[in-house]
């Protein structure tokens, strides 16, 4: 069968949007996930944009596509030739490293966005392509908003970028103009019309504006293209991109219908969205398609029955070949380090030395509090663990009192180094007086922009998970924290953000984002 090359933007396009950004630590962790889910390609962030994008591409460079059989790990470059100097930097410590160029090619663009004509873009995009492959071989170039580009003129650009070297001629529906059939068209008429088609592989990158992006990268593949660009659970600009779970089950699903396959490991796909919504704190709707905590649910008389007699009734998948069996009891509090080492193996966590230790530790505490622990518990403690900013500030002791006719109040001790600091404070609820005990204490005055909190499994004693935003005096950062203690997680959440505005090296953002 035909192969598609699935081509992950999660990092970059998916992290762009707001609400989703992520640090290098958690774009370190989600990774290495999306390795073990083995897509072809990693889109691990723009460079140019900041130095924190330029070192969390440059890590994921070197800790994730450095390892045997890791995917392709890309960056994102305009056509300017530092772009591509600053892109190269970047990703050059992979096995297999890749410069996506790209530059708009709608008269939109040339006319309100770039004011230059469209020889002057025909020029620089030969240019750029020439530039980026004397770095490497693998180049791909975009024609931002292809959909709404004048046809023969971005024909032209295509067919000169793929004479200069380019590899890959990605489609962008920048903004999610097109409609399936439509763009079924303009993908066929692009691979007979582009000279050298042939000679590179096309690729589509689709927008969920109208609600369409995975239609139309499927209906793109029925026309020839052999890439598509897409992210976990969706996630991207304005409304999102194409959703990888979707495209990929519908692949193997209508296997007989498509005729083509991926390489993608799609027991993982479950986890992959679980360890997504975990770092951003944003979580799917429960009727997502594939990952919706509903996509296997039944509650309507007549399909529970169907579902009894014959799961085909109504599961046109499995659950397991998405990674969704059910959550069984591993481990408890007699359990030791071994066993959850090897629990954690099967989970994708390969711990040892330091890591395991506070993993381990955190289990311990966890399970003198808790009757059940799940896969999901689990997940919840390392992937916390491993998201967080370096510690500056931690926990040390907690005590709150808040009642009916009482003033709620907290008692906050703090380790910092080997020095302990502590403070009381009063609120309108325990968890806004613990949250004043905090600012007390580090003299650093945060505001809370958001406040999300969700249960990580089901039961009365389940981790609670919450996730913050908060603006220190202009600065906007995001935290999290988990425990069985919905008061202690808000803390630890707050802490997670204070501390991550402690370490974060500040860059200057450009405001350009890409296809």
Same mark, same amino acid.
Request: proline fraction near 3%; glycine fraction near 8%.
């Given at each position: 069968?035909?192969?598609?090359?699935?081509?992950?933007?999660?990092?970059?396009?998916?992290?762009?949007?707001?609400?989703?950004?992520?640090?290098?630590?958690?774009?370190?962790?989600?990774?290495?996930?999306? %390795?073990?889910?083995?897509?072809?390609?990693?889109?691990?962030?723009?460079?140019?944009?900041?130095?924190?994008?330029?070192? %969390?591409?440059?890590?994921?460079?070197?800790?994730?596509?450095?390892?045997?059989?890791?995917?392709?790990?890309? =960056?994102?470059?305009?056509?300017?030739?530092?772009?591509?100097?600053?892109?190269?930097? %970047?990703?050059?410590?992979?096995?297999?490293?890749?410069?996506?160029?790209?530059?708009?090619?709608?008269?939109?663009?040339?006319?309100?966005?770039?004011?230059?004509?469209?020889?002057?873009?025909?020029?620089?995009?030969?240019? %750029?392509?020439?530039?980026?492959?004397?770095?490497?071989?693998?180049?791909?170039?975009?024609?931002?908003?292809?959909?709404?580009?004048?046809?023969?003129?971005?024909?032209?650009?295509?067919?000169?970028?793929?004479?200069?070297?380019?590899?890959?001629?990605?489609?962008?529906?920048?903004?999610?103009?097109?409609?399936?059939?439509?763009?079924?068209?303009?993908?066929?008429?692009?691979?007979?019309? !582009?000279?050298?088609?042939?000679?590179?592989?096309?690729?589509?990158?689709?927008?969920?504006?109208?609600?369409?992006?995975?239609?139309?990268?499927?209906?793109?593949?029925?026309?020839?293209?052999? $890439?598509?660009?897409?992210?976990?659970? =969706?996630?991207?600009?304005?409304?999102?991109?194409? /959703?990888?779970?979707?495209?990929?089950?519908?692949?193997?699903?209508?296997?007989?219908?498509?005729?083509?396959?991926?390489?993608?490991?799609?027991?993982?796909?479950?986890?992959? /969205?679980?360890?997504?919504?975990?770092?951003?704190?944003?979580?799917?709707?429960?009727?997502?398609?594939?990952?919706?905590?509903?996509?296997?649910?039944?509650?309507?008389?007549?399909? $529970?029955?169907?579902?009894?007699?014959?799961?085909?009734?109504?599961?046109?998948?499995?659950?397991?070949?998405?990674?969704?069996?059910?959550?069984?009891? !591993?481990?408890?509090?007699?359990?030791?380090?071994?066993?959850?080492?090897?629990?954690?193996? #099967?989970?994708?966590?390969?711990?040892?030395?330091?890591?395991?230790?506070?993993?381990?530790?955190?289990?311990?505490?966890?399970? #003198?509090?808790?009757?059940?622990?799940?896969?999901?518990?689990?997940?919840?403690?390392?992937?916390?663990?491993?998201?967080?900013?370096?510690?500056?500030?931690?926990?040390?002791?907690?005590? !709150?009192?808040? =009642?009916?006719?009482?003033?709620?109040?907290?008692?906050?001790?703090?380790?910092?180094?080997?020095?302990?600091?502590?403070?009381?404070?009063?609120?309108?609820?325990?968890? #806004?007086?613990?949250?004043?005990?905090?600012?007390?204490?580090?003299?650093?005055?945060?505001?809370?922009?958001?406040?999300?909190?969700?249960?990580?499994?089901?039961?009365?004693?389940?981790?609670?998970?919450?996730?913050?935003?908060?603006?220190?005096?202009?600065?906007?950062?995001?935290?999290?924290?988990?425990?069985?203690?919905?008061?202690?997680?808000?803390?630890?959440?707050?802490?997670?953000?204070?501390?991550?505005?402690?370490?974060?090296?500040?860059?200057?953002?450009?405001?350009?984002?890409?296809?």
């Amino acid at each position: 069968m035909d192969r598609v090359i699935i081509f992950d933007t999660t990092l970059r396009d998916g992290e762009q949007s707001p609400g989703f950004s992520m640090n290098t630590m958690e774009k370190l962790e989600m990774a290495r996930q999306l %390795a073990r889910l083995n897509v072809d390609v990693i889109e691990a962030g723009f460079p140019i944009s900041s130095d924190e994008d330029f070192e %969390a591409t440059r890590q994921v460079a070197k800790q994730v596509g450095t390892l045997e059989g890791a995917p392709t790990i890309c =960056g994102l470059s305009r056509v300017g030739l530092g772009d591509i100097d600053r892109c190269w930097e %970047a990703v050059k410590y992979a096995r297999k490293p890749r410069i996506h160029t790209f530059v708009a090619t709608s008269d939109i663009h040339l006319k309100y966005k770039l004011r230059k004509s469209r020889a002057e873009v025909l020029k620089a995009s030969i240019e %750029a392509v020439r530039h980026a492959r004397s770095y490497c071989e693998d180049v791909e170039f975009s024609p931002e908003d292809a959909s709404r580009s004048d046809f023969d003129y971005m024909c032209d650009v295509l067919s000169s970028v793929i004479d200069a070297g380019a590899r890959t001629i990605n489609i962008p529906d920048t903004v999610g103009y097109a409609i399936p059939q439509e763009w079924a068209e303009r993908i066929a008429r692009i691979r007979d019309t !582009v000279h050298g088609a042939d000679r590179a592989v096309i690729s589509v990158h689709c927008h969920n504006d109208l609600g369409q992006a995975v239609a139309n990268s499927l209906t793109a593949l029925l026309s020839g293209a052999r $890439q598509i660009e897409c992210t976990i659970n =969706g996630i991207g600009e304005r409304a999102g991109n194409a /959703s990888l779970e979707e495209i990929v089950m519908a692949l193997r699903t209508r296997k007989d219908f498509f005729k083509v396959e991926t390489q993608v490991r799609t027991q993982e796909l479950f986890r992959t /969205s679980r360890l997504l919504s975990h770092i951003t704190g944003v979580h799917v709707q429960p009727n997502k398609a594939v990952v919706g905590e509903n996509a296997f649910a039944h509650e309507a008389g007549i399909h $529970q029955d169907g579902v009894l007699k014959e799961k085909l009734t109504y599961e046109i998948m499995k659950p397991e070949d998405v990674g969704r069996a059910a959550n069984k009891l !591993v481990l408890g509090k007699h359990s030791g380090r071994h066993a959850l080492a090897a629990r954690l193996k #099967d989970l994708g966590f390969d711990l040892a030395g330091g890591e395991l230790d506070r993993a381990f530790g955190t289990f311990k505490d966890l399970a #003198d509090r808790m009757k059940e622990i799940y896969d999901e518990d689990l997940m919840a403690i390392v992937t916390d663990d491993a998201t967080q900013a370096p510690v500056t500030y931690e926990i040390d002791y907690l005590h !709150v009192l808040s =009642g009916t006719g009482v003033i709620p109040s907290a008692t906050v001790r703090l380790k910092k180094d080997a020095e302990t600091f502590q403070d009381s404070a009063v609120g309108d609820g325990p968890v #806004d007086a613990v949250l004043a005990a905090i600012d007390a204490i580090t003299g650093l005055k945060g505001r809370l922009q958001d406040y999300a909190i969700r249960s990580a499994t089901s039961g009365k004693d389940a981790i609670g998970e919450v996730a913050v935003k908060v603006d220190f005096d202009g600065t906007v950062v995001s935290g999290k924290g988990s425990s069985t203690d919905v008061i202690e997680a808000s803390a630890r959440a707050y802490l997670s953000a204070l501390n991550r505005l402690l370490s974060t090296t500040r860059g200057h953002h450009v405001k350009e984002v890409g296809p």
